[in-house]
Structures are given as C-alpha cells and as structure tokens.
C-alpha cells in the first residue's frame, strides 16, 4: 500500500483585492488565498491535497502552521491510515504541546484540518471515489469512529448517533440516486458585494434568478439606509418568490443587531447572517429571539464542534453554515453535520473563496445521502469565481450543485495556478509586491 | 520622544519536560516556552518585551505570528501610541486580512498580545513606573478608551465602566497604600504536579502552608481513587483552615466532571478548575449547576473577551483566571478584569510557566487600586519555578504578592537566559534536539 514520503507546501494567494469582489462590512481588501498543501507519496502520481483558506497576510504563517503539523505523517501507511482516520483526527488536535496554542482554533486548527483533508484526498483517490461517495458508503460504525466525541456527549452520544445514520441506512441509495438526478439546492451571493454599484446588483440578482437561483445574499451592515435601498431593489429586482437573505459579517453589537434588522421593515428576510461575534453564542441567542421571525444563519468562523454545539443547545442559529477550511477538517465536519441533525438544523454550508465551494459540497453531500437525507431546508452557497483553478470544478447548473463523480476530497488546484499566483514570486505577484 | 526602529523574535524554551514538573492530565510533556519579542527603539538602553508563552512545539510558530503582527509598529513614536493604546489595539487585532486567522484567538491572536504588552512595557519604562502603576493613574476615562468595546455592549457599556472606575477612584491611594503594605493573597500549584510521589506533594503541601499559602491547588482527573487519595492526603496534611482545589485541565465531559466531583466526597473543595472544554460555556455552566456548592474557576484558555462575557452572562463561572499571554494583551485583560467586576466575580489570574506570574500580576493589582477594590476572594496563583530568569522576578513572601516597583509589564527576561536557552541552538538544547 502507497506510503506518505514528505511533503510541500505553497503560499497561494489570488489578488481579488485589486477588484471589490469579495468586499463586504469587516472583510474589506480580501486576496483570496490558500496555504496548499501536497502530500507526496510513494506511488507515482499520487499526491494529496488540503489547504487553509485565508484573505491575504497571514497566509504564510498557515504554510509555517501545516510544516508544523504534517510532519508527523512522513512514512505512515495509506492502507493503515485509511482504517483509523478517527484515531489519526484525535492524534493530531491532541498534541500535548501544540494544542497549548488553540486549543482546537486558529491557525494551528485551520492547518489539521488541511493536513487531515489531504490525508482524506489521498484514501479517496486510492479508493476511486469522491470524498461524499467514500463517506456515504462507510458503515454507521466507521462513521461514529471518524468523530471525537470528546465533549460532545451532553448534546450527542456516539449511541445516539449511530441510531440515527442506522436509521437512514435504507435510504442511502435512494437518496443518492436522486442526487445525482436532480442535484442539491444552492443559493448565490455574486450579485450581493458591498463594493458593487445598484445597478450591478440588480443586473446580476436577475442574472442569477434567470440562472435558477432561489435564493440571494446580500452583503449588509455598512449604513442602514444602503441595505434598506438595495433590499429594495432586490426584492424589485427578484420578485416575491425567490429567497433574500443578508450578511452582516460580524459588524453588529447585539442590540445593535436586533436593532438594525427590525429597521430594514418588511422584506421577508429569510436568514441574517453572522450578526455579530461568531464567539458569542449567547449573543446569537439573544438576536434570534429579537428578530423573528427572521432566522439567524452563522458558522463560517465558527471554530470548532464545541462552539456548533453551543449554538445548537442555545439555538443560537437556524441555518448551520459549516466550513471546510476552518474546522479540524473531514471528521470535525463529519461531527458538525451530525450535530446538526440531531437538532434538527439544516446544514447550509459556507462556501466562495477559492476552492471553498469544491471542497464543502462533499459534506452537503454526505447529509443528505446518509445523514438528514433530502429536505427543502439544505442550500448550499455558490459564487462564480476562480473555479477555473480548480481539479475538478463545481458543476452548478441551474441553481443546483451536482455532485463530482471524480475522486479526491475536492481541494486540489491545477499546477499551472499554482505557479502562477504562488506568492510573491509567481507571475500575477511579481509587479505587485 | 522615542521611535520604535526594528524588533527581533527568540524561540527560548526550558526543558520542563525532562522533570514531571508541570504535568497535568492533559498537558503530559510541556516544555515552558516564550516567542519573545524585543521591540527596539531609537533610545539607547530602551527595548520593550512581551511573549506568547507555550508548551514548546509551535513555539518556532507563534514567533513567526509576532514578525507578522510587529513589523506595523516599525517607525511608530512612542508619545503618540503612549495616548492612544486603544486605537493601537484594535488596529492590531482588526487587521481586515490577519482577522480571519482568528478572529481574536489562537496563534494570532496571542502575538497581537505579545506585541501590545511589549509596547505597554516600553510606554511603563519611558513613564518609570510597573504597568500596575501607570494602569492605576490613568484617568477612568483613559482606562475606558483601553477597551475595544465592540461585541461587549449587551453585557457592559462604556458608560457603566467609567461609572465603576470612578466610583473606587477616591480610595485608589488608601487601596494601593495597603497594597504596597500586605501585598495580594496567593496561592500555590507547586505541591500538586500530577507527575509527583504522594510523599513528595505531602511534603510540598506543608512547606507551603508553613510559607504562608492558604490555598494549594492540585492538578486531578487521570484516575478517581488517585485523586480520592491524593485530596485525602493533601487535606490531613493542610489541616482544615487551608483551602483546596483542584484542576483538571479540560479532562471531562460535562456530565463527567459533575459525577467525578461528586464523587470525590466531602473533602471541602474550593473551586474546580477547568473542568471541560474551554470553550464550552454551555457546559461549564452546567457543571457549575451540577457540583454546587463547589465553585468553578476558568479562564487560562478562554481565548477573548467575547468568551469571558458569555461564561459571566451563563455563571459559567465563579472564579475569573485571567492570563497575561492568551489573549490580546494588556488592553484586553483591562476588558477582562472591568467584565469581572460588573458581574461581582472575582480575577484570581493564571500563572505559572514562565514568565506568567510576572505579566499577570499587574492585573491583580490594578484590580486591587483602581477596579474592584480590596476582598477576600481574589487570589493569585504562584509557582515557585524558573523565576530565575526574569528581569523583575515576582516578589512572593508569607504566601502574598508584593508589587514590584520597577518599571516594566513583567515580560522580560535576563539575556544571559535567552541565551542559554535559546531553541535548538542554544547550551541548554544543543545535546538534546
């Protein structure tokens, strides 16, 4: 069996600063950006991938951070590996002495889950299948054995948790089959920049309504009168039947939050999102009782299991918005969508940046064949940008994600963008640094 | 006035690990380590220190994360910055590009603190006094403009604190004169090293209620009979009029640490500190619900301001330990000790390591002259190891703390020191790595 022999890693940032794509209240100058990693491996051709998303600065220290952490996985045992990747999670966040620096958050989280993922994208390659299809055909056992169940058994057992995927067993292959059929929701938050004009806006809301989006994202929270005008013409612009939703990217007190929400008046908001703090889970409970029946959606700076947890018991959110690149990687997102049915809550995850989209769509995935199965409540975020550096691109028709049939995890980039936005020596870099 | 002109990063790490000082049931190994940073000035003899303190592996990292974050402050004057630390603060941590590293915890997070605390030691030197002191002078509306009040509104405002800080403000001279006379309780961890003989912590436990402590903490949670035996012995040799607790170091689940607790018996415990995961303030609060009436303390890895508010708003809490190097800085623990005394909770800081009882201890005193006064409840741990190799070593007699006098934040260290054991290439390492 293939053998991990070393790898390498790649600051890669992308300069999507220089536009205002990707602007929003806290978010203002993003370069989108990827700490890459590859682990190589003894058989030709066969390389890992995993990467921590990051928005420019910094994006160096999440390489130093996955040195750090992949080291240990020089000369381990693909066959091996692929037999214990929950003991492998819980070895990694568990290290006595790294754990000191998170524990289980910021940079030194973000690169085990890189590190984790490009583990994952080696087993599914070596296995033939995209990661969704490699996970929902694990038993409920082997599942239960990817989480770390570490404080988590107030709200989920593993017993209770293997009740529930036993439960939906029998559905897998019928869940599948319409997936692959008719595909998963997603939403669009291409049109809803902050930097974008009025007209740009609505020209690209209707865009996306003609494209078969359901449901739209505004970025919101700079100036009350702004958002109330762009909701407007939103709403104008998409008619009553597709879906608005808002982004306050962290701006927001929490009073200030309910405040603003109930100022925006009537527009049928269908989520908030990332009111305020994504630490404060009591500050989230606190909005979602203020502004219904407007629901709250957050969770793509939400660190880790622990902090979903919280906002599940609070119910501190309504929309459960996992991300790829942030948690403890495949087995913490495993634990995160399990949460999240035990609740009762639609797993909506986050995506965009670069890659997000590719990599968190395997999760969305996974649910709905073998975990909640299909519901109207699921929708995945979708935008249109630099999926062109990607492996193997999202395939989003019709306001649908149809899933990859290639295999891997989802995070590998292609060579020659690798090169050329490799930071700051690369092409796109060169003149700007 | 002074300018900043450059600043260089040492990974320094003592070899705890080659003792079993230090070993708890989930830290097995720590080497005691500082990425410490100098901050280098145009004024001859005038450097500015702070640290990131860790457990050795990732030590090499976080000092990366402080060249990161230091490298702004190159070419700043230092009377400007002296009137605007907040400004400074929420320049460091709001960095739009670093933020999504955190936000506001983990490896970044805690450079931001060791490169705010390294200026605010500058800023004590250029004023000759030890921060407690330059704290305790400042006006209540200069000590309010410290905080970055963003996300802590719904739980304090600005106008609540000045109202507090000049409430104490006329018994600020009375507070301190009894400060500069009886110093500040401590406490002791040095008998209570799970890695100890009982024979060893036995003996420990009496040299320390002979040297004054009133309180001796014991690391717990590896083995229930040990812990039984270990508190049944630590109490037969303190008699009844010392108090003591226990930590456990993150070792539970929550209704774990309820039943563990509960069956310890009646051995009069004070507080358990750490008992599950610090970020579960859902779960901490449960716990403080389920071993009433034995108390929780936390806080040595709540990550930020955000988390202490929500463990104050849930009563996850009953005891407050702040610490001088995980969070952001001087200006956060100015949040963090105003946070405590709005809810009536007492700081009892985190020390230890190295480095920590030195930094942390201007908080407690600053608490004592200018927040919450002189009481009972406040107490500061203290261990007696590695204080050698600071500049201004703590000044602990008959278990209580003395304020030092020399002008400073506590965080530097002797060269000779940083030297010797200057990771891996200095004396102390070169045999070993």
């Given at each position: 069996m293939a053998k991990i022999t070393g790898f390498k890693t790649l600051d890669v940032r992308f300069p999507t600063s220089r536009g205002l794509d990707g602007s929003d209240a806290m978010n203002k100058d993003p370069d989108y950006s990827a700490a890459y990693l590859t682990l190589?491996?003894?058989?030709p051709g066969l390389e890992g991938n995993g990467f921590v998303f990051t928005l420019g600065r910094g994006n160096d220290l999440a390489c130093d951070a996955i040195d750090l952490i992949a080291q240990t996985l020089i000369g381990r045992?693909?066959?091996?590996?692929?037999k214990a990747m929950g003991a492998l999670a819980q070895e990694l966040v568990r290290d006595s002495q790294v754990r000191w620096l998170g524990p289980e958050k910021g940079v030194t989280h973000m690169a085990t889950g890189a590190v984790l993922t490009a583990v994952w994208d080696l087993i599914s390659k070596i296995a033939g299948k995209p990661l969704w299809k490699l996970l929902s055909d694990m038993s409920p056992e082997e599942i239960v054995e990817l989480v770390d169940w570490r404080y988590l058994t107030d709200a989920l057992t593993p017993a209770e948790a293997l009740e529930m995927l036993k439960k939906v067993q029998p559905n897998r292959a019928a869940n599948e089959a319409k997936m692959l059929a008719e595909g998963l929701p997603a939403y669009t938050t291409t049109p809803g920049w902050l930097g974008y004009t009025d007209e740009k806006m609505v020209r690209l809301s209707k865009e996306a309504v003609a494209d078969g989006f359901t449901l739209i994202k505004l970025k919101c929270g700079a100036s009350l009168e702004d958002d109330k005008r762009r909701l407007r013409l939103a709403r104008e612009a998409v008619g009553p039947n597709v879906k608005l939703a808002v982004d306050a990217n962290q701006v927001w007190d929490v009073q200030e939050a309910i405040d603003w929400i109930n100022a925006l008046g009537d527009v049928n908001l269908h989520w908030v999102e990332e009111p305020t703090n994504p630490d404060d889970?009591?500050?989230?409970?606190?909005i979602a009782k203020g502004i219904a029946p407007v629901k709250v959606a957050t969770g793509e700076a939400c660190a880790n299991r622990v902090m979903f947890k919280q906002f599940l018991q609070l119910k501190g959110l309504s929309y459960m918005q996992i991300d790829s690149a942030r948690v403890g990687g495949v087995n913490e997102n495993v634990a995160n969508v399990l949460l999240a049915?035990?609740?009762?809550?639609?797993?909506?995850p986050h995506a965009g940046g670069v890659g997000l989209c590719e990599m968190v769509q395997h999760f969305a995935m996974f649910d709905a064949v073998a975990v909640s199965g299909h519901h109207d409540d699921r929708i995945m975020e979708y935008m249109d940008h630099l999926h062109e550096h990607m492996s193997v691109p999202t395939d989003v028709r019709n306001g649908r994600y149809f899933p990859p049939s290639k295999p891997g995890a989802g995070a590998e980039m292609l060579k020659a963008s690798l090169a050329d936005f490799t930071y700051p020596t690369g092409p796109q870099w060169k003149d700007f640094v």
């Open positions: 190589e491996t003894d058989t045992d693909l066959g091996q590996l692929s889970v009591v500050g989230h409970a606190a049915a035990k609740f009762g809550i639609p797993v909506c």
